[in-house]
């Protein structure tokens, strides 16, 4: 019995250290994709920034409670989502503030492309086609934008969305469904 | 809200993404990499933020710190201002209140002065009430 009490501090100190591994090599593992989602929903990079340290903050204090019922890439977008939530209902009261003060504008969103072989004139034209998803996905309710960007930026499958926005698969679908719709149409109209 | 998701689901088929016409799956994959093109490049660029806001700060605090005292001394300078006024007022109202003790005591020493002169100037020595029957009772003892 004494030996179990001696032996004790030692375990769950070596426990709390490789807890701690785990947590920085889930860190590194998926930060830049966390970040990139908050990015594309927020179009803010400072406020991307904060929520993804705020994401990793809250997922570091509850890493002891996280079971591994889903994966841990899910349970972090699921914190994400939540923060961004609360974010946007914290501006939204704060009615007095402009509710996109730092978000950057469609047009300058779409400067983004990554450097290929590609014409000038190949070029002008994905950027109006980025142009014309970003201001349809503005369009979008915030659901909906949500499992747009989780399925087509960050390539979730259906289930890993609904896990990680805690909606029924059925539910993902339909939102998705509708949110296509509306880019197909908007991108048809141009 | 269950009824909703119902309805929502009713009829609702996605595409995988390969699935999607020529048009769309362009525009969305061009979409995906300008997202991905634009996160890399905030995730690996320098970060000097923090030291700009920093700065920021700093440019911000001597404002900050004189506009407190532009704050501190118009406040403490109207609260002086009327403090002063205030106490000036008291002390005007003590001296004018011993003004006017000073003035009744005056009048009521000079009023009291007044009587007992005119008592004195209107007073005679009368003889006393029993003197003549004191007179008349020895007579008649003597008798």
Redesign the interface.
């Known amino acids: 019995m004494a030996a179990c009490t001696a032996l004790e501090p030692m375990t769950k100190a070596t426990a709390d250290q490789l807890a701690e591994q785990d947590f920085e090599s889930v860190v590194a593992t998926h930060?830049?994709q966390i970040?990139?989602f908050l990015?594309?929903s927020t179009r803010d990079?400072?406020l991307?920034?904060t929520l993804t340290q705020d994401c990793f903050l809250k997922a570091h204090r509850n890493w002891s409670g996280f079971r591994g019922e889903s994966s841990a890439m899910t349970w972090l977008m699921r914190i994400a989502i939540n923060l961004q939530k609360d974010n946007w209902r914290n501006r939204r009261l704060q009615f007095w503030r402009q509710t996109r003060a730092n978000a950057v504008d469609v047009d300058e969103?779409?400067d983004?492309?990554?450097?290929g072989e590609r014409s000038a004139e190949q070029q002008m034209l994905?950027r109006e086609?980025?142009a014309?998803?970003?201001r349809s996905v503005d369009k979008l309710s915030g659901r909906q934008r949500t499992v747009f960007l989780l399925?087509?930026?960050e390539?979730l499958e259906?289930k890993e969305i609904a896990d990680a926005t805690g909606?029924?698969e059925?539910?993902v679908?339909?939102?998705?469904?509708?949110a296509?719709s509306r880019?197909?149409t908007d991108?048809?109209e141009k | 809200m269950e009824r909703n998701d119902e309805m929502l689901v009713r009829g609702s088929q996605v595409p995988e993404p390969d699935e999607l016409d020529l048009k769309t799956r362009e525009a969305i994959g061009n979409f995906k990499a300008s997202v991905h093109a634009w996160s890399d490049a905030m995730v690996s660029r320098p970060r000097k933020e923090p030291q700009q806001a920093a700065r920021k700060t700093w440019r911000l605090t001597p404002g900050w710190v004189l506009g407190c005292f532009v704050f501190v001394g118009a406040v403490g300078g109207g609260l002086y201002q009327n403090h002063h006024q205030q106490e000036l007022a008291r002390i005007a109202a003590v001296r004018e209140a011993e003004q006017q003790r000073q003035i009744a005591a005056e009048r009521a020493r000079q009023e009291e002065d007044l009587l007992a002169k005119v008592d004195s100037d209107i007073s005679r020595e009368v003889p006393s009430a029993m003197e003549p029957l004191a007179a008349l009772m020895t007579d008649e003892e003597s008798k």
């Open positions: 930060r830049a970040f990139r990015l594309a990079v400072d991307a920034e969103a779409s983004w492309l990554p450097s994905a086609q980025v014309n998803v970003w399925r087509f930026v390539e259906l909606l029924s059925g539910t679908k339909a939102h998705l469904s509708r296509l880019v197909r991108l048809g």
